[in-house]
């Protein structure tokens, strides 16, 4: 490898460095939508190392016209960890979604029995039957029945 070669090898390295860490690899959640990091930075981040490549490469004559981050990845030591945080973000939203679902059903349910006037429910009662029905709705398994032999109140 050339001097030449050698010299625009290490510039370019340093410049991707200081770029790549003034962000963020990634909004953790609690930043605001719109923060820039290094996945969705783009053309802003393109354009800022182009001119950290312009800075460190003219005075060998060269003039970098585009420059571009292609693939971005963890450490393997991060992978794992930032995994598990995606899995989790997941189950979070999907739990979400769950008992979004749920207290709307019960609801209905509440609204519907009222209604049509099916049973009179105090207050007690529509407890316990919300309480059940969030937790068949919002359960991961499937209900078990229970068969109740005595009333309510025993």
Do not use: W
Not at 49 to 75: C, D, P, T
Not at 98 to 103: K, N, T
Not at 122 to 148: F, I, R, T, Y
């Amino acid at each position: 490898m050339s001097a030449l070669e050698s010299f625009v090898r290490v510039q370019s390295d340093a410049a991707l460095r200081q770029v790549a860490g003034n962000y963020a690899y990634d909004t953790l959640g609690s930043e605001p939508a719109d923060t820039l990091t290094l996945r969705n930075g783009g053309d802003t981040i393109n354009h800022e190392l182009v001119e950290k490549l312009n800075e460190r490469l003219e005075m060998a004559g060269i003039s970098v016209l585009e420059a571009r981050i292609n693939y971005l990845a963890y450490a393997p030591e991060i992978a794992a960890v930032m995994l598990r945080r995606q899995q989790a973000e997941a189950i979070i939203s999907a739990r979400e979604k769950i008992v979004e679902g749920a207290v709307s059903m019960v609801q209905m349910a509440l609204r519907q029995i009222d209604e049509r006037d099916i049973v009179e429910l105090d207050d007690a009662k529509k407890a316990a039957m919300v309480s059940n029905l969030l937790v068949v709705l919002c359960a991961d398994e499937s209900a078990q029945p229970v068969l109740n032999t005595g009333s309510l109140y025993q």
